[in-house]
């Protein structure tokens, strides 16, 4: 029996229509990500990462429709990215001010990306938190950042995100 949940699955040009851009610009930075449907039928997180303004990232997200995600403890992410490390974060609810994060390598070619729910860290503006982990109860936001500390363009193709 096949017990994954289907977070997010890249089928229609609809489906990139409720993501939602935010870059450093919301502080003064120069960054400028956009997300569209590829070619192939996949979400496109591209752009540039500027360190001009003190800036120094770029991010993607959308909110959940069915945010109740008990029994479930792995997110598998199946991507293409460009050999650049990039963050998947995860919100419990939408009014938190913080982010679950876990941290990931792109090779450049599809891979599924396997990131347990216990090796997800809390963290906000980029400082880890001392707060208990991610709770695995309630999902209501998901998101992609690339913020590596340095100015780079960046290439992240999304198939698809559930959880097991």
């Known amino acids: 029996m096949d017990n994954s949940l289907m977070i997010h699955d890249f089928t229609d040009a609809d489906s990139v229509r409720d993501w939602r851009v935010v870059d450093d610009v919301v502080m003064g930075g120069r960054s400028n990500g956009a997300f569209t449907l590829s070619d192939d039928g996949h979400g496109l997180f591209s752009g540039k990462v500027s360190l001009e303004n003190y800036g120094g990232f ?48 792109t090779t450049g070619e599809w891979q599924e990306i396997i990131i347990s729910v216990d090796d997800i ?27 590596n500390k340095k100015a780079e363009s960046f290439r992240l193709e999304i198939d698809w995100i559930k959880m097991q």
Request: glycine share 6%.
């Open 58 to 105: 770029s991010s993607v997200r959308q909110r959940v429709r069915d945010p109740e995600v008990k029994s479930h403890t792995t997110f598998v992410i199946r991507l293409k990215g460009d050999g650049k490390n990039y963050q998947f974060r995860v919100k419990s609810n939408l009014y938190q001010r913080h982010s679950y994060i876990g941290e990931f390598e």
């Open 121 to 147: 860290y809390p963290a906000f503006r980029g400082r880890k938190l001392r707060m208990p982990p991610y709770p695995a109860e309630d999902l209501s936001e998901i998101a992609f950042l690339i913020g």
